[in-house]
């Protein structure tokens, strides 16, 4: 173990969510954990829509933005770097690639999205990953990279399983999964059928719930989605773990994961012949590969006629990754990432003194949860009206309920300049979005809707609006579109094709990056 730098504080950032699940998990809570545990390190965690998040983005030595899409970043990214301070962009998924069933398909098949996340990314100048894949497709984003594929906290003790009794085969996930599950469900209940010492478990999403809801009762069990601790409480009871991917772009970018949930807990896993688990599953030993429904059939019509067979592969999968798979030996890699950016930035430690004054600050914040030298900042009322708002109005279009949220956000902390943002962007109200801009100078999205509500109205002080967001960051396409639109309402055709030239040129890159070979 490499000594780790003494002082440094360490922020990862997620997007505005409500659960706890997988991602989260995964990717903040068990490398932060580990992180922390080193002598000299702190780490926070927040969501980018928490009330302290400006100073922790401005006075963390290194943040983590793990695929975070907000074009107000663009402005504290170029600060931290003029002050040697580094930002790392993750990006966890193929964002061009998300399934309709997915529940953020739709945010992210508008292409302006998808630009602003990788732009954040070219931005940073330093990128990690969850999967050598992702890195392949979009490693030209940046110089600096690397790859940190999830890992385990720790391994849970195994229980004892009945070689005699009925074998159970599980699966657990999201919507997303959906037509991965609908390819093999036939197949499934159909073995179901041929083998009555099978019994199926599913957890989490209805819609594959309900691929098999009229089988019978005691040969089926639908477990509702719950935390993450409940999920590996449910894979605890299985024999057999079924890992079904559809060939396509985003589940060739998926993580490895069910394979580390299933061999931790000694289950069988059963895992699609696809990029995740090819470095991870010797094919026999650990697990098993399938290509077709009707290979999945044959490995586990096997398993369940020869109980020494699952003995063995289980006790190999436990110990694969018992010795490979847990996040406390691959801490140093993180570090030294994060040190070289820091030295090659120039940056300049604290004292020791001055870090436990600054996170001491955030421990005592509302809603801050200490676990040792980590600190995760947990939505308080004013986050959750926020992110309640947003999906009243985005997912839901019921701006009534939307209002009501922003407006008590706003109430609970009227310093800070979302909640008017948000009222003014989702509920069409000019003065809610002028005094996001009066709170907040530097926000691209305050600056920009202002902007265009004054071009609707042709009133010439948009031009002046529109150039100030354009100057927070010269390289971003928006703001020139929409002086481009601005010139063209208004008959200057000149002046708007100079101006969506300028937007184009920019543009140019980030709609289908080249993939590094």
Request: charged fraction near 25%; aromatic fraction near 8%.
């Amino acid at each position: 173990m490499s000594p780790a730098p003494s002082p440094l504080v360490l922020a990862f950032v997620d997007p505005p969510h409500g659960t706890r699940g997988g991602d989260w998990y995964y990717r903040a809570y068990v490398p932060g954990e580990a992180l922390a545990g080193r002598e000299g390190v702190h780490v926070v965690y927040l969501q980018n829509n928490h009330r302290a998040r400006k100073e922790i983005l401005r006075e963390a030595d290194v943040v983590v933005l793990n695929a975070v899409c907000d074009q107000d970043l663009f402005p504290v990214i170029a600060a931290r770097k003029a002050a040697g301070r580094v930002t790392v962009f993750e990006i966890n998924d193929d964002f061009r690639a998300v399934q309709a069933s997915n529940p953020v398909a739709r945010f992210f098949a508008e292409a302006g999205n998808r630009r602003i996340l990788f732009r954040l990314a070219h931005l940073c100048g330093a990128n990690q990953f969850t999967v050598p894949e992702l890195r392949r497709l979009y490693g030209a984003f940046a110089k600096r990279h690397a790859v940190f594929t999830n890992q385990l906290p720790r391994m849970p003790a195994l229980r004892s399983r009945d070689a005699n009794g009925r074998v159970i085969l599980g699966w657990g996930g999201s919507k997303g999964h959906l037509e991965d599950m609908r390819r093999v469900a036939p197949t499934l209940r159909a073995m179901l059928t041929d083998l009555p010492d099978l019994e199926l478990r599913i957890m989490g999403a209805d819609a594959i719930a309900d691929l098999f809801r009229d089988l019978p009762a005691d040969r089926f069990r639908h477990v509702p989605s719950g935390t993450i601790d409940e999920y590996h409480a449910f894979v605890d009871t299985l024999d057999l773990g079924l890992a079904p991917l559809e060939n396509d772009g985003f589940n060739r970018s998926r993580s490895d994961v069910k394979f580390l949930e299933y061999a931790c807990h000694g289950v069988v896993p059963i895992v699609q012949r696809l990029e995740p688990y090819l470095a991870s599953v010797e094919h026999g030993v650990n697990g098993f590969l399938f290509d077709t429904p009707e290979e999945l059939a044959s490995y586990v019509t096997r398993l369940v006629h020869e109980p020494e067979l699952r003995a063995r592969v289980s006790h190999d999968a436990h110990a694969s990754v018992a010795t490979t798979r847990l996040q406390a030996l691959h801490t140093d890699e993180r570090i030294a990432f994060y040190t070289d950016l820091l030295a090659e930035a120039g940056h300049r430690p604290r004292t020791t003194t001055e870090t436990e004054a600054l996170v001491g600050r955030w421990r005592t914040l509302a809603g801050a949860r200490n676990e040792g030298r980590f600190v995760l900042l947990e939505a308080t009322d004013y986050e959750k009206h926020l992110h309640a708002g947003l999906l009243a109005g985005q997912r839901d279009r019921d701006l009534g309920t939307a209002r009501r949220h922003f407006e008590a956000a706003a109430a609970l902390c009227p310093s800070d300049h979302l909640p008017w943002l948000y009222l003014g962007t989702l509920c069409d109200e000019l003065t809610a979005t002028a005094k996001a801009v009066e709170l907040e100078p530097r926000s691209i999205s305050a600056l920009l809707a202002v902007g265009r509500a004054f071009a609707a109205a042709h009133e010439p002080r948009a031009l002046q609006l529109l150039l100030r967001a354009a100057e927070l960051e010269p390289t971003f396409e928006v703001p020139y579109a929409a002086v481009a639109s601005f010139f063209e309402s208004a008959g200057n055709a000149a002046n708007a094709a100079e101006f969506q030239a300028f937007a184009d040129a920019r543009a140019a890159g980030f709609d289908d990056p080249p993939p590094v070979a």
